[in-house]
């Protein structure tokens, strides 16, 4: 397919209530927004990069440069013909992994609608983990919760969300907000599904805060030692019962087997912009599968145009635990696609079958929520 315009939007959107964790607090959720157009169709994605670079070195800015000045211009001198054939197109640019995966995102968007297929149906044909696979309508999806002011406002915020009917709360933490959180709610909700998120807040030499964790018969400790690492975490997880899961530390298939294989983790946060897009998402899912590890897809407070790619990639057989995908209104006022996302009294959310990402982009939100935009186009 010949690609003729490419187009970056950079999207303020104001989050529906501050969102905070161990790395600070975000209240307007800023990311890129890519459309692909070639041969009359259009394809869109997200690029999940935030203003500073906390999470991971990635900025706005550092990615609307790479995707400028590297990723758009190789797009346009190849012949691409696939989504997956993207990572080969933009293999030379080392790193920069979410400003390579929203423009990848764009692309499956495009390649599946020209094909009239779902992103759901393109990923399940690409994955390798089950052969003959059939696809869920509905996936089962957890809420993550921000840290709080106090714990008596995170139990209140965790109650009104099972009565949503998440099944799965994971909570955030931090040095001194940690034990007593966990306490708190498992004094009050005995049997639900819980884990926590200390994005990398911690040291080794912080163990016994994990020991006494142990005791409450987490799901899963998600990143609680530095962000690049494996060996520290090898050491952690030998010492506890409850698993750890990896989410910063693992940028690529490789990352996925080493973690694995070596014993720092036994979960893995699959996040597409994390690891460069779809394509290699899925790969960290197979790879998993065959080592009877559980996968799940982690969020970035995506707008629904990343969501619906999510929730097709979470439909995904070795996605066995519910992701950080929860519906458009835990995060926004209105979301740039309609219909926008919900979940049900049981905790699921429909995926979404329509071509590519199943869901209409709403121009008009998309233009109120836009700061700037630049357009490419093929020579
Ligand atoms: O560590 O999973 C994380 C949001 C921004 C940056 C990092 C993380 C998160 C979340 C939000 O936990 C998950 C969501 O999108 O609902
Ligand atoms: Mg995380």
């Given amino acids: 397919m010949k690609i003729e315009r490419i187009e970056l939007r950079l999207a303020q959107m104001p989050l529906i209530a501050p969102f905070e964790t161990s790395f600070g607090v975000e209240t307007v959720e800023e990311h890129i927004i890519v459309r692909v157009d070639g041969e009359g169709i259009t394809g869109w994605g997200e690029c999940v990069a935030s203003e500073g670079p906390w ?14 000045d590297f990723l ?27 400003a390579k995966a929203g423009l990848e995102s764009a692309l499956w968007d495009l ?36 840290l709080q002011a106090t714990t008596r406002a995170l139990v209140e915020q965790v109650r009104a969300y099972l009565q949503e ?3 799965r709360i994971k909570i955030k933490i931090k040095p001194g907000q940690d034990v007593e959180l966990v306490r708190a709610l498992r004094a009050e909700f005995p049997a639900i599904r819980l884990q926590v998120d200390a994005n990398s807040a911690y040291r080794l030499s912080d163990a016994d805060i994990f020991h006494a964790m142990d005791e409450y018969n987490l799901l899963l400790i998600e990143q ?43 979960i893995i946060n699959i996040k597409p912009g994390r690891v460069g897009g779809y394509t290699q998402a899925i790969k960290i899912h ?11 897809c982690g969020g970035m407070l995506e707008s629904g145009i990343g969501r619906a790619g999510n929730v097709a990639l979470a439909s995904l057989p070795n996605f066995k635990l519910p992701g950080d995908l929860s519906a458009s209104r835990r995060y926004y006022h209105q979301d740039i696609v309609e219909p926008g996302f919900e979940v049900d009294a049981q905790g699921k959310m429909r995926v979404p079958h329509g071509p590519g990402i199943g869901v209409e ?14 357009v490419f186009r093929s020579k």
């Fill in 165 to 167: 009917g998440y099944t």
């Fill in 72 to 98: 758009i211009p190789r797009v346009f001198k190849s012949d691409i013909r696939a989504a997956t054939e993207f990572p080969r197109v933009a293999a030379r640019v080392r790193g920069h992994n979410m």
């Fill in 111 to 146: 390649f599946a609608k020209e094909q009239g297929k779902s992103l759901a149906q393109m990923f399940n044909a690409f994955q390798t983990a089950q052969r003959d696979y059939v696809l869920p309508e509905r996936i089962a999806v957890g809420v993550s919760v921000g």
């Fill in 224 to 266: 609680p030692l530095s962000h690049d690492d494996i060996f520290q975490h090898i050491k952690l997880q030998h010492e506890l019962k409850t698993a750890i899961c990896l989410d910063e530390s693992i940028h690529s298939a490789d990352d996925a087997e080493a973690a694995l294989e070596l014993g720092a983790c036994h």
């Fill in 361 to 374: 982009v709403s121009q008009k939100n998309l233009d109120a929520v836009t700061v700037s935009t630049q």
């Fill in 286 to 296: 197979d790879l998993a599968a065959a080592r009877s590890a559980p996968v799940w």
């Fill in 55 to 68: 999470y991971s070195y990635e900025t706005n800015q550092t990615a609307w440069h790479v995707l400028r």
